[in-house]
């Protein structure tokens, strides 16, 4: 499985191949490319999808200098020059939406479509910072006990049944290997006003039980971009909703890129 050097990073990535429309997708906080790993089954060999480990998480190796999202984007069109693909569907889901978002805003002539799962175009409230803040600091002062990864987990994936095998995952992680996404995804930039510029046609899904981004910020973002096609609740789903709803998000996924993507390619 293949690593490439982008940007003074060396970027992991999954290219499933082949000659279909190409799929970018980037994964949320904590988690790495695995987590699309239903979307892939229902998506190949229709698409050909590339997954990556963003800067900080998964096998991707960082230079160990502080990022912004700003730069992940720059990546992930790199990974796209380095492969050989003009045009992509972006997506990601949370902080993978971010990225997404800004790829669309930096390179719009690169984005097929937007895939925008659990994410937002706004920042978090001065409380919710105050208690990701707090996290943090136990976190290097403590490490990942348990109570923390619990507390993470329930956030990201809701009911016990969906954590593994991302909490085994997390209770490897170094004390400090956080400090920089965490500070990338604490100090992003608010693009709320900007998203209306972008013209690529998008879809946006939101679990109804999520406590990370609430789905009202969802709807926002709906209805700030400039050529949202649909808004897909996602019931009883928590933070990662294709991770632990595959069944509610994969078939409005097919749809949509059945009429937006896969249409565009053949006209």
Known sequence: MPH??????????????????????GHGFLMDHTMFDAQVRVLVPKYRVIRH???GFGQTQTDGKPFTYWDCADDAVRLCDHLGIERAVFGGMSQGGFVSLRVALRYPDRVR?????????????AEKL????????????????????E???????????????????????????MVD??????????????VGTISAPAIVFHGTADLSIHIDRARMLYEKL????????????????NV??????????VEFLREYVASARAS
């Open 181 to 194: 996404p965490t500070l990338c995804l604490l100090e992003r930039d608010d693009i709320t006003e900007r």
């Open 226 to 241: 400039g050529n949202a096609k649909r808004f897909v609740e996602v019931p009883g789903a928590a933070h990662a909703a």
């Open 130 to 149: 105050a208690g990701y803040r707090q996290m943090l600091d136990s976190w290097r002062q403590f490490g990942l006990v348990v109570p923390l990864r």
């Open 244 to 253: 632990t709803h595959p069944e509610v998000v994969n078939g409005p996924l």
């Open 113 to 125: 479509a937007l895939v925008l799962i659990s994410t937002q175009a706004g920042v978090d409230d």
């Open 53 to 55: 480990d963003q800067r």
């Open 151 to 177: 507390a993470i987990a329930t956030l990201i994936l809701g009911g016990r049944e969906h954590w593994e095998p991302w909490i085994s995952k997390w209770a490897t992680l170094p004390q400090e290997a």
């Open 4 to 25: 490439v050097e982008l940007n003074g990073q060396k970027i992991f990535y999954e290219d499933s191949g082949g000659d279909g429309p190409a799929i970018v997708f």
